[in-house]
């Protein structure tokens, strides 16, 4: 658990033309399991295959096919809700949700309405260094995703690829907690963070494998309160429903968006109509798909292919004890273990990879914060420069941990450093090696550093006496020094010289 003291932000406030508004946020994220079997058939989940080409007969609904549970999928479901320290219901049963549509073979999607596989846990949202938001969960439940309609490849007809139906889905919901735009993202941040460390979805939104439904409504300042109170949801206005959000930028567009729709209507004298709603980024705007379905609507009932799933407890603590180290606890190990700043460990942890190459790179150059900075603003930089992922590296933690162990040990300055790293970046190589040939070793013989220091100070009398009357001219003469020395000389050396002559 963090080892930090958080304070909670502030609601998003909203000025309408009459009163002051607060806005109250839940998400429903559908996230797809990592798996390479769907839920109920053993058909491939690979995405980008020939359309129609990953479909079981149980998929497309051909009749008397009956579904099988696959097991990984629960394992993946109960490791998330462990990772969101949810309470895990060792009884969940599947019910059918009744609707028609041309992806939907069956006339129906099996889901968990009543029993879910996950019930209570909660997320704790950074939102900067030192404030967070903590977030509960409501449930998880486990249902198979429908298919996908393609209305943009013929001008008079429209195509169904299925291979997406049947597909695992993992159901998250959260409580009303969210209280604006750039919270609702920095949720879905750190849920698609958790899953990533967990290995229960890859978080790839482009493809569908992560996308949001979004509640909105607004109330009037101090209702929030009310309802934590009672836990009475009409204290909190009608909500409406943003369908499918898949980017984070769009998401906050729209909802506030929706928010200043709602608050118009309110301060009109109208009422908010309880409906499902489509974002347009084109046009920034929120319009009405259908109104919102009540569960009665669907004729949710249990299904009668499969029976209620019971898992052991034994099986739950085997997960457990097999789970990750997840982004919060890593993050405050790394301040504690290594001294790091919150902002800066927030940074190395913010995804799987870029933790381990950090923790590589400290095991060669001894030093977490040196090594820290060289990852973030030299690596990371250099890397976003070029477009490149941190596996895609043209410098290995080996490499880079190497460098930074010059710098430690005085070998070279950090200015030469710099050089080295960008040799390493572009033709490879080990940083002692190119060191040595290129002759860039720190000189840190006081008796050169101070016949350069001299030099310096004898070619350059009128800057002397400027330096004299204004000691804050000192570090132009470091600055010459170390240019004569082509960057070699140990700058701490050079500075103690140049200002002890000058003393004089």
């Not at 299925?162 to 920095?186: C, Q």
């Not at 292919?305 to 790394?334: H, T, Y």
């Amino acid at each position: 658990m963090l080892d930090l003291t958080y304070e909670t932000p502030k609601p998003k406030v909203i000025a309408g033309a009459k009163h002051d508004w607060e806005l109250v946020i839940g998400m429903e994220v559908h996230a797809q399991v990592s798996s390479k079997a769907k839920l109920f058939s053993g058909s491939s989940t690979q995405f980008g295959a020939e359309p129609n080409s990953n479909v079981a007969f149980v998929d497309a609904a051909m009749p008397g096919m009956l579904p099988v549970i696959n097991e990984f999928c629960v394992e993946q479901a109960v490791r998330t809700g462990l990772g969101l320290k949810a309470e895990i219901n060792l009884r969940s049963a599947f019910d059918r949700k009744n609707y028609f549509y041309p992806d939907l073979p069956q006339g129906y999607q099996i889901s968990q309405l009543y029993h879910p596989i996950v019930g209570e846990g909660e997320i704790l949202v950074d939102m900067a260094p030192g404030v967070a938001r903590l977030v509960r969960v409501e449930r998880i439940h486990l249902e198979q995703d429908a298919g996908k309609s393609i209305h943009d490849m013929d001008p008079s007809m429209s195509f169904v690829d299925l291979n997406r139906t049947g597909v695992a889905l993992m159901e998250i919901v959260s409580r009303p907690d969210i209280r604006g735009p750039e919270e609702a993202a920095a949720y879905l941040t750190k849920l698609r963070q958790i899953l990533r460390y967990l290995g229960t979805c890859d978080g790839n939104m482009q493809n569908g494998n992560m996308r949001a439904d979004v509640n909105v409504s607004v109330c009037r300042p101090g209702q929030y309160e009310k309802y934590m109170e009672t836990q009475d949801f009409s204290h909190l206005g009608t909500r409406c429903e943003l369908k499918n959000m898949n980017s984070m930028r769009f998401i906050q567009m729209a909802i506030d968006y929706e928010a200043r729709r709602q608050i118009q209507i309110l301060e009109s004298g109208g009422e908010i109509v309880q409906e499902t709603r489509l974002y347009d980024p084109d046009k920034n705007e929120t319009r009405s798909m259908r109104s919102k379905e009540e569960a009665h609507d669907y004729r949710y009932f249990p299904d009668p292919d499969l029976l209620p799933l019971e898992i052991e407890q034994g099986w739950v603590d085997d997960i457990a004890a097999s789970l990750p180290e997840l982004p919060d606890e890593k993050k405050a190990r790394f301040v504690k273990d290594f001294g790091l700043s919150e902002y800066d460990a927030s940074v190395l942890t913010a995804e799987v990879p870029n933790a381990v190459y950090f923790e590589e790179t400290v095991g060669v150059a001894g030093d977490g914060k040196l090594a820290a900075n060289w990852v973030i603003n030299e690596l990371f930089g250099r890397l976003k420069k070029d477009d490149l992922d941190i596996g895609d590296s043209p410098v290995s933690p080996q490499q880079l941990g190497g460098l930074i162990k010059l710098i430690k040990a005085d070998e070279i300055s950090g200015k030469i450093g710099k050089d080295v790293f960008e040799i390493i970046f572009t033709e490879g190589g080990d940083a002692a090696d190119i060191v040595e040939k290129k002759g860039l070793k720190q000189v840190t013989d006081t008796g050169a550093i101070e016949a350069a220091v001299d030099e310096v100070i004898a070619a350059n009398p009128a800057q002397v006496e400027k330096a004299k009357q204004n000691p804050k001219l000192a570090g132009w003469f470091v600055g010459q020094v170390m240019k004569a020395t082509g960057g070699k000389a140990n700058p701490k050396a050079v500075n103690e010289i140049v200002a002890a002559k000058l003393a004089q």
